[in-house]
């Protein structure tokens, strides 16, 4: 009994404490409700306070910006009105000024018109006087206003014909003893400050032997040598009695050049076959085109004239090899560039393009012999296609007169050109009408299909022409020959005979390995 009265104390204990404790419970729980209710309106306050300032605050900044562009508004339309009313008094005073200005124009017009009409009543008084005064002469003389007037100026146009030609002859004659003692004295002074050397091209070299036992290395076997560097060259090997000495002939500059150097070489080398010689000469070639680039380029400096396109600088060093009458014509060219320089200075007139022109002017004698046209023709082509200047292009055109020069440095080229030439043994007629018979004879040969190369030699009287194996056989050999022959006979004169040498070889390589 006891334990169940302890069981149902304990139970009814339990539920007690259980029911208060969910009470507690329950009001801790409202207590934290409302303790976050509270916290939570206090945040919600602060909050607003703070949304409420910064409100404030953004309308604070608003009206302070709202004021400063006011402000600078004010400002700006301060200073537009002052410029405005600075403008209106300018404007003001202008106006002032032009009245002022108006009213003396109008007072100046008052004037002139009281002086226009006097003018007018002092010139029907003069016109009557003169009126009363003709009247009276035409009852004197007996001649009408017309006739008399028309025998004055007869009289008055003979005399001043008469006076008009004798002042015209007066003055041409004083021009013309004046602009002769000028172009004397000019071309004195030119002539004086250019002095130049004058040395006339042969038509030979000679090549210095180290003893005569060379000269039959040089032959070689059946003479095989020889005539591969005559072949090779286009010039002709003359090995006589002379001692230690070897005679190279030929009319072409360029071509002796190569020989001389190809047989130098070879004499130094001291090995000498055919293989060799052709090694030999392919050098000798280029060593003359590397002098041929040097001399243009010596040439331009010492003439002063610069911006030339290399390849016009090239021809000018090849006309190291070329002569004109037996005058060389890169010497020739930058003897007439200077003078042409110095006449034009002197004449107060473009020294650059005088000089340039007179080195340009025979550049047409660089190029090619199977090149068709004139030596004018073929430099104004190659330095319209370097663009070159005009004035240039026409001093060259004109240096010959083949057209008009269109400026005074044109004419001092032809003139310059003139003197150069006409030099005391600067130039030989005979050599030049023997080199032009020899270049003849070479462009017949080289017109026909088939020819690689031909060379005049003998002092023409050899033509030795290289065919193209390939295109010309044996056979066509002979026709070759006759029809070059027959075209020498009829296109060309000439002493005795003219043997022509037709070359055909074929080489076949190929290399054991």
Do not use: W
């Not at 610069?306 to 003897?335: A, C, F, M, W």
Request: glycine share 4%; proline share 2%; aromatic share 2%.
């Amino acid at each position: 009994m006891d334990i169940i009265i302890n069981v149902a104390v304990f139970l009814i204990s339990a539920v007690i404490f259980t029911f208060v404790g969910m009470y507690i419970r329950k009001k801790l729980a409202e207590s934290k409700m409302k303790s976050a209710e509270a916290e939570a309106k206090k945040i919600l306050d602060i909050a607003n306070v703070e949304a409420e300032n910064k409100r404030k605050e953004e309308i604070i900044k608003a009206k302070e910006e709202i004021m400063n562009a006011r402000n600078e508004l004010d400002q700006e339309i301060r200073e537009r009105r002052g410029e405005v009313q600075s403008q209106e008094r300018r404007l003001i005073q202008k106006e002032e000024n032009l009245e002022r200005k108006i009213e003396k124009i109008e007072n100046k017009e008052k004037d002139l018109e009281s002086q226009e009409k006097e003018i007018v009543e002092r010139k029907q008084t003069l016109n009557e006087t003169i009126e009363k005064q003709l009247k009276e002469l035409q009852r004197i003389s007996g001649l009408s206003k017309d006739e008399a007037k028309q025998i004055l100026l007869s009289e008055m146009d003979k005399k001043l014909t008469a006076e008009k030609a004798q002042l015209v002859r007066e003055r041409e004659s004083e021009f013309k003893e004046e602009s002769e003692k000028k172009a004397r004295e000019l071309i004195g002074y030119a002539i004086q400050k250019c002095a130049a050397d004058h040395t006339s091209e042969t038509t030979v070299s000679i090549v210095a032997l180290p003893n005569d036992e060379m000269k039959g290395r040089i032959i070689g076997r059946e003479g095989r040598n020889i005539k591969a560097l005559e072949t090779l060259t286009g010039i002709d090997l003359i090995i006589d009695d002379t001692p230690e000495a070897v005679v190279i002939s030929g009319f072409d500059p360029l071509r002796r050049e190569v020989a001389k150097i190809a047989l130098e070489k070879l004499i130094e080398d001291g090995r000498i076959h055919p293989a060799k010689i052709e090694e030999m000469v392919e050098k000798a070639k280029e060593e003359v085109e590397q002098t041929i680039k040097e001399e243009g380029e010596r040439a331009v400096l010492e003439t002063g004239v610069n911006g030339l396109h290399p390849d016009l600088v090239k021809l000018l060093g090849k006309l190291k090899y070329r002569t004109s009458y037996g005058q060389n014509v890169l010497n020739h060219s930058i003897e007439v560039s200077n003078l042409a320089r110095i006449m034009a200075e002197e004449l107060g007139l473009d020294p650059k393009l005088a000089r340039r022109a007179g080195l340009l002017h025979d550049i047409g004698k660089a190029l090619d012999h199977d090149m068709e046209g004139t030596h004018v023709e073929l430099g104004v082509e190659i330095l319209r296609k370097y663009k070159e200047n005009e004035n240039v292009i026409n001093a060259v055109q004109a240096h010959h007169g083949d057209v008009e020069p269109k400026t005074i440095e044109a004419v001092l080229v032809q003139a310059a050109d003139a003197i150069s030439a006409s030099r005391p043994g600067a130039r030989r007629e005979t050599l030049e009408a023997y080199i032009k018979r020899l270049e003849q004879l070479e462009n017949i040969a080289d017109s026909f299909e088939g020819v690689e190369k031909s060379f005049a030699i003998q002092a023409g009287r050899e033509i030795r022409i290289i065919v193209k194996p390939e295109k010309i056989d044996d056979n066509q050999m002979t026709l070759l020959a006759r029809d070059v022959a027959k075209r020498v006979e009829d296109e060309m004169e000439y002493p005795g005979q003219i043997k022509v040498n037709v070359v055909r070889e074929t080489r076949v390589i190929d290399y054991a390995k």
